[in-house]
């Protein structure tokens, strides 16, 4: 005769055998159920992860292109605009130099210069603020004016820097003037080599 492990039990000892044997089962079974469960929650926020990190990947590079977008179009319609005389020309590139602008000195640039100027900017001031904090820029003066031909005019300056202490250094500059259609930009740029961090050119 054979017995089961049920055999050797009482009704008793055998009801709470089935309980506890049921109690087990559906303890299991709900552990089973809740990491099903967990799984499945899990499975979502992960979906949802790579939603949002795929959605922010593709926004990032919208707005990059949008940005760039716009970078091409100003470019553009700077070579529409201008300054109609040299002596304006020689100014507002040294405003540029005075409020650290690599912008202000890059609109009075030929379309030549633009193009070296914006590759050295890569590496010297990507953000396109020149210069430092101290000494800064604070003027300057121009003390030769040479016409070295109808097509081409040299300003020489003195350009000034200070300090909240009072005047530092002043640095020679030599600038290559040259009409655009209605406009005059600078073609060529010489500095003593300590106002090169000024103005944004590594050499």
């Known amino acids: 005769m054979h017995h089961t492990v049920w055999g050797s039990l009482n009704c008793a000892d055998a009801f709470s055998a089935v309980f506890a044997r049921c109690c087990s089962h559906k303890y299991h079974q709900g552990v089973m159920e809740m990491r099903a469960k967990w799984a499945l929650l899990l499975a979502w926020l992960l979906g949802l992860l790579m939603l949002l990190t795929g959605g922010c990947a593709a ?7 949008e940005l760039e977008s716009r970078v091409k179009l100003l470019e553009q319609a700077m070579a529409h ?3 109609c005389s040299p002596e304006d020309a020689v100014d507002v590139w040294v405003q540029g130099l005075m409020e650290r602008s690599a912008a202000m000195q890059y609109a009075v640039m030929s ?16 953000n396109w603020v020149t210069g430092v904090s101290s000494p800064w820029v604070n003027g ?18 003195s350009i000034t820097t200070q300090t ?6 002043s640095y020679l500059a030599v600038l290559a003037l040259e009409p655009d259609g209605a406009f005059w930009r600078i ?3 010489c500095t003593d080599e300590e106002l090169l961090i000024y103005t944004g ?3």
């Open 59 to 65: 926004k990032q590079t919208a707005q990059a292109e």
């Open 111 to 126: 379309p030549a210069l633009k193009a070296q100027y914006a590759k050295a900017l890569e590496k010297t001031a990507p």
């Open 201 to 203: 050119f590594n050499e």
């Open 81 to 83: 605009v201008g300054v």
């Open 140 to 157: 300057y003066s121009v003390f030769d004016v040479s016409e070295i031909s109808p097509d081409m005019r040299l300003f020489s300056l």
């Open 187 to 189: 073609g060529g740029i």
């Open 164 to 169: 909240s202490a009072g005047a530092a250094d």
